[in-house]
C-alpha cells in the first residue's frame, strides 16, 4: 500500500493517510492503530488533503481536477468543488472553517468551504504557486512559489503585504508555528527557513 500523505485533525483524534495505488482516503486511530474508515471517490492520484479546524471535515485535493470534502466521522461523502483545470496540489482551511485555499496551476484559489463559491484567485504573472497556508489567527495567507520566494497576503483584502527571500531553490511547503510567531518555509534546495517577521532564524 502506497502512502502518499499524511494529517492529523486538529483534536488528535484521527490520522488521515491517501494512498496513490487505489486512490483512496484511510482513516485511523492514532493511538490504537485501528482503521476506522476508507474514503472512495476520487478518479486520480490524491495529492493533498486538510482537516478543518474543528476536525469534522476532510477536505482532498487529487490529480482529477477536483476537491472533495468528507465527514471526518462518519467517512460519508459531503461535495465536490469543481472547475480546476489541472492537480489541487495544496490545501489550507482558515481557522474560523470558512474558507478553503488551493493551489492550482500555480494559482491560489480562495473559495468559500461550504458552497465552494470562489471568493478570490491569487495569481501574479508567470510566478507559479505551489503551496499554501493560513496564519492561526486567519490574518495572513502565505504563499510558497517557483521564483524562490514567499508571499504573505492579507488574507480579508488579498493585499500582498511581504515577500520573504532566502532559498536557493523552488518552495515546496509553508507552515505556520501555532502561536503564529514563527513561520516556516521548506525548499529543493535542501533547507528549511524558520522567519520572523522579514528575518529569518535560522535555517
Not at 482503521?35 to 490529480?63: C, E, M, R, W, Y
Not at 461535495?79 to 489541487?88: A, E, P, Q, S
Request: hydrophobic share 35%; charged share 20%; net charge neutral.
Amino acid at each position: 500500500m502506497d502512502t502518499t500523505y499524511v494529517a492529523f485533525s486538529p483534536d488528535g483524534e484521527i490520522l488521515a493517510s491517501t494512498h496513490s495505488m487505489d486512490r483512496s482516503i484511510r482513516l485511523w486511530n492514532p493511538v490504537s492503530g485501528e482503521l476506522l474508515q476508507i474514503l472512495n471517490g476520487h478518479k486520480g492520484i490524491l495529492v493533498s488533503i486538510a482537516f478543518s479546524p474543528d476536525s469534522k471535515t476532510i477536505a482532498s485535493g487529487s490529480t482529477d481536477k477536483t476537491i472533495r470534502l468528507w465527514d471526518a466521522v462518519s467517512g460519508k461523502y459531503k461535495r465536490i468543488f469543481t472547475g480546476y483545470t489541472d492537480r489541487v496540489s495544496s490545501l489550507s482551511f482558515s481557522p474560523d472553517g470558512e474558507t478553503l485555499a488551493s493551489v492550482c496551476r500555480g494559482e491560489i484559489h480562495l473559495r468559500d468551504a461550504v458552497t465552494g463559491i470562489h471568493k478570490q484567485i491569487l495569481k501574479e504573472g508567470r510566478r507559479s504557486f505551489t503551496s499554501v497556508a493560513f496564519s492561526p489567527d486567519g490574518r495572513t495567507l502565505a504563499g510558497g512559489n517557483t521564483d524562490k520566494s514567499t508571499r504573505l497576503w492579507d488574507a480579508a483584502t488579498g493585499t500582498l503585504t511581504q515577500t520573504l527571500r532566502g532559498h536557493t531553490g523552488v518552495i515546496t511547503s509553508v507552515a505556520f508555528s501555532p502561536d503564529g510567531g514563527t513561520f516556516a518555509s521548506g525548499s529543493s534546495d535542501g533547507t528549511v527557513l524558520l522567519w520572523s517577521g522579514s528575518l529569518y532564524l535560522h535555517r
